[in-house]
T-cell receptor
Framework: QQQVKQSPQSLIVQKGGISIINCAYE??????FPWYQQFPGKGPALLIA?????SEKKEGRFTISFNKSAKQFSLHIMDSQPGDSATYFC????????????FGTGTSLTVIP | NAGVTQTPKFQVLKTGQSMTLQCAQD?????MYWYRQDPGMGLRLIYY???????DKGEVPNGYNVSRLNKREFSLRLESAAPSQTSVYFC????????????FGPGTRLTVL
C-alpha cells in the first residue's frame, strides 16, 4: 500500500511555464514533507521541505503548498527551465517507526525549450 | 568530503549468487538507510540503522541482510539473488537533529539474470 500518492507520473512543460506536482497522504503521524530532485544516473537530492504547521514555503522558483486538512501537498516550479528536467519525488517522514521516510512514485518532468 | 559513497556502481549476478553492496559516509551521521528504486514504485526502504549497533527492517526486507559495521559503514547483503531483486539500490545517511535531510549515494545498478 502506497503511503504517499504522487501525480502525475510524467509532465511536459514549456520553458517559462509552471510545473505542478501533487502528493497526498493518509497517515496523520507524518511530521515532515521533503521533495527530492533526481537526475539520471544520480541519487536523489533534497530540493525543498516543509513542516505541517506551515501552509507554504518558497525557495527561489520552488514553492511547496501544504493543505493539512486535505492531507495534500504540492510542488510548484515557477518559470520552469530545461535544467529542471528531472524526476521529482515527494516524501513523508514519521518518527515513531524509527525516523522512516515514505516516498511517492515519482514524476518525470520534461521542460521543452 | 565525499559524502555518501557506494560500491560497486554496476553489478550483474546470476540467480542464486550472493553479493554485498557497500556504503560509507564521512559526515558523522548516526542514521543510515538502504533503499531500492524500481520504475513506477519510487524508493522503498529495505533496512535502516538508527545508530551504530542497531538495524531494523523497512518496507521490503525479504531476501536481504544488513550489517552496520561501524558508524561510517552500512552494508547490504543478498544471500541468494533472485531476478526480482534487479533494481537500483541507494544508500542514504541522516544526522541526529530532527528534520535533517537525507544524503543519498550515487546508487548501485544490480541486474540478476
Amino acid at each position: 500500500q502506497q503511503q504517499v500518492k504522487q501525480s502525475p507520473q510524467s509532465l511536459i512543460v514549456q520553458k517559462g511555464g509552471i510545473s505542478i506536482i501533487n502528493c497526498a497522504y493518509e497517515n496523520t503521524a507524518f511530521d515532515y514533507f521533503p521533495w527530492y530532485q533526481q537526475f539520471p544516473g544520480k541519487g536523489p537530492a533534497l530540493l525543498i521541505a516543509i513542516r505541517p504547521d506551515v501552509s507554504e514555503k518558497k525557495e527561489g522558483r520552488f514553492t511547496i503548498s501544504f493543505n493539512k486538512s486535505a492531507k495534500q501537498f504540492s510542488l510548484h516550479i515557477m518559470d520552469s527551465q530545461p535544467g529542471d528536467s528531472a524526476t521529482y519525488f515527494c516524501a513523508a517522514h514519521v518518527r515513531y517507526t524509527g525516523n522512516q521516510f515514505y516516498f511517492g512514485t515519482g514524476t518525470s518532468l520534461t521542460v521543452i525549450p | 568530503n565525499a559524502g555518501v559513497t557506494q560500491t560497486p556502481k554496476f553489478q550483474v549476478l546470476k540467480t542464486g549468487q550472493s553479493m554485498t553492496l557497500q556504503c560509507a559516509q564521512d559526515m558523522n551521521h548516526n542514521s543510515m538507510y538502504w533503499y531500492r528504486q524500481d520504475p513506477g514504485m519510487g524508493l522503498r526502504l529495505i533496512y535502516y540503522s538508527a545508530s551504530e549497533g542497531t538495524t531494523d527492517k523497512g518496507e521490503v526486507p525479504n531476501g536481504y541482510n544488513v550489517s552496520r559495521l561501524n558508524k561510517r559503514e552500512f552494508s547490504l547483503r543478498l544471500e541468494s539473488a533472485a531476478p526480482s531483486q534487479t533494481s537500483v539500490y541507494f544508500c542514504a545517511s541522516r544526522g541526529t537533529v530532527d528534520y535533517n535531510e537525507q544524503f543519498f549515494g550515487p546508487g548501485t545498478r544490480l541486474t540478476v539474470l
